[in-house]
């Protein structure tokens, strides 16, 4: 590796609205990484998305998956459209494409000197949401009941596999995390004490499901003596998770939530730094990676220049140091860092950039 | 009515920790209405929760629901306490009370002039939570896969039936609470133009369950004239919702949403408003009313006076107001804000009052 370059080939799925606008925007920054890097980069391109499924009625085509899984070291999705009434044979691509590459975890930083809280505390959590189950597995049918009315089921299946894995993610990168922030911002917060993993669940409700959720992540925990030493656990309830989450921040470090939780818990931690625009994540399975940012497709904003690429850009950085390259993500990372900090910033923030301007700025940071 | 003071009899369940507390404190309040409000009071103690389940196998005795169905005009509700680790047996009394005595909607109102965001916009919301369905009606399975590990599923139930009471509920309150505002607090912001309903849903991944529920509030408000001309319908993914919530919460009236994604909703609103120990609610069916403050038994404060009884005291008001006693709760809101404006606070609020001598306060600013 320390003779010549890495090349990486990257599937762009820009699929709907703003998508198209900020997928080229990440693939212009990785374009703009200096040589020192020592990382170069190929980019397919591949279809998804409502407006996809619009016009050739299948919304994940089999070549995409395809592409993705035999000839990309990586992937970056845009967002997705949802359509406005219930459309039938229509289904997330997202949510299948988590499923067919096995992206079990939806990894999510959510980081800022200062929160938009009354009281302005820093915050810098990582959610850790698990991918593939809980209402995720679109499990539903629809009965009549006696008198004729229509009654809905849907599944919620988390399994103690699925848990296992969410749960050694969550302390891999309660471990991990410490010594790269270190690297990456010297001068920022750092976590007082150990490194510290908190349980989302509802186990006073769902005693089953969540119960087999906790009780697995805290046996992983139990029974792992490096964990143990070095990772505080503790646990919170779903509903006072979102509470606390706006009250003190700061507290939380990794945080580990099944998959609507998870969901729920990061949107409302965008609201914590600010915007949506800003949160990048990265859909993380054994043998493949794909960043995406936690944003929609924002229709309403599309074609004007409006959209923060930032959560893009940051996702592209999330899939590099992923996949095993953190000098160029940390210099990613860095180069948003400065722009943001010149107030350069598109209108979700409160300013005047465009998509382009903001691009170019953190392009030519990074050189 | 108009000659000698209605008696009503409320039904007080404290359950655990602070309800013990709280409780008492609801009731000190009703008891220092002023004659002119014609309202006089029995009280009836109730058994539940978990402590009681631990003394006696039952966390809601039978004798409660029959005290409650046949000799109260209404209840009051404190907290109950979530058991640490699985206990064979014991299921939440609060949410089983709810189905007893088919209290379909939870209501709960947020209010404050200067939110608890960067912005301080005000919060003047309506939350009204399905309260029979859902994840909630527990039914919960565990199996194990082929390889020996354990699956367990729950079910999520939505149906016609539910959904639409639920929209009727939300519809006539947006209705409603306006003119009840304007009596209220005449110098308070007022909703600018129509009343608003927001459905909150999750219909991109739960397109049946999810689906059903938008479909019927949707029905309900095209199928009625008064409602059309009157109020806005608007929806909201449970996602996007919570971030909205948080950067904008002074553009929601009236929130309806189902059980799960309302209980979180709730929580995370009260981080806007500053404090749980703020929030009231009321669980509300066609014959019976029970208030029921939004905080947690919170063990780790109980015996010390810091318990904030506002919610609790606010919760008893609710209640008078849904059973047709708008004069007296009126008065019991306008002696909750002056104390509240005065700095007279429990510590959650930073302050330094005893639950008493907050719940003295509000007595004496009433008569
Ligand atoms: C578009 C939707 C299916 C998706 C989800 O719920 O996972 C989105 O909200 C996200 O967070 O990536
Ligand atoms: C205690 C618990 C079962 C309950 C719920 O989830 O309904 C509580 O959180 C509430 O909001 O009243």
């Known amino acids: 590796n320390g003779n010549g370059a890495n ?21 212009q920054v990785l374009e703009a990484l200096p040589s020192q890097y020592q990382v170069k980069f190929n980019f397919v391109h591949c279809d998804a998305g409502f407006e996809h499924f619009q016009k050739t009625g299948t919304a994940l085509p089999q070549e995409t998956i395809e592409t993705l899984r035999n000839d990309c070291d990586g992937a970056l999705f845009g967002a997705v459209s949802s359509p406005s009434h219930k459309v039938a044979g229509y289904s997330s691509p997202i949510v299948a494409l988590r499923k067919h590459l096995d992206l079990y975890a939806n990894v999510r930083p959510v980081v800022a000197q200062q929160s938009k809280t009354a009281s ?3 915050v810098d959590m990582l959610i ?77 409700v769902l005693s089953i499901t969540d119960g087999l959720w906790r009780e697995t992540i805290r046996h992983v925990y139990d029974t792992n003596a490096t964990y143990r030493k070095n990772v505080l656990l503790e646990e919170q309830l779903v509903d006072s998770m979102v509470y606390r989450m706006f009250r003190e921040p700061e507290v939380f470090d990794v945080v580990v939530a099944p998959n609507l939780y998870g969901d729920i818990l990061s949107d409302g931690a965008a609201a914590l730094v600010g915007s949506l625009g800003l949160v990048p994540s990265a859909n993380v399975g054994d043998t493949f990676v794909m960043g995406e940012p936690v944003h929609g497709s924002a229709p309403d904003i599309m074609g004007q220049q409006k959209a923060n ?7 592209a950085a999330l899939l590099l140091e992923n996949i095993g390259f953190p000098a160029p993500a940390l210099a990613i990372y860095t180069a948003v860092d400065d722009v943001l900090a010149e107030g350069l910033v598109t209108p979700d923030l409160g300013g005047k950039a465009t998509t382009q301007e903001v691009t170019d700025a953190i392009c030519k940071q990074l050189s």
Chains 1, 2 share one sequence.
Request: net charge positive; with cysteine; charged share 30%.
């Open 120 to 122: 302005g505390q820093p």
């Open 309 to 315: 690429p930032v959560a893009a850009i940051r996702s």
């Open 128 to 204: 850790i949401r698990e991918n593939t189950e809980c209402l995720y597995i679109k499990k539903e049918t629809q009965t009549k009941a006696e008198d004729g009315s229509a009654v809905a089921i849907a599944e919620r299946r988390i399994t103690e596999h699925a848990s296992r894995r969410a749960g050694e993610m969550a302390f891999q990168m309660a471990l991990n995390r410490h010594s790269v922030r270190e690297k990456r911002s010297p001068g920022q917060r750092m976590w007082k004490g150990l490194p510290k993993v908190t349980i989302v669940h509802k186990s006073n």
């Open 7 to 27: 090349t990486l080939t990257f599937g762009l799925i820009p699929a709907d609205g703003i998508g198209r606008e900020v997928i080229p925007a990440a693939r």
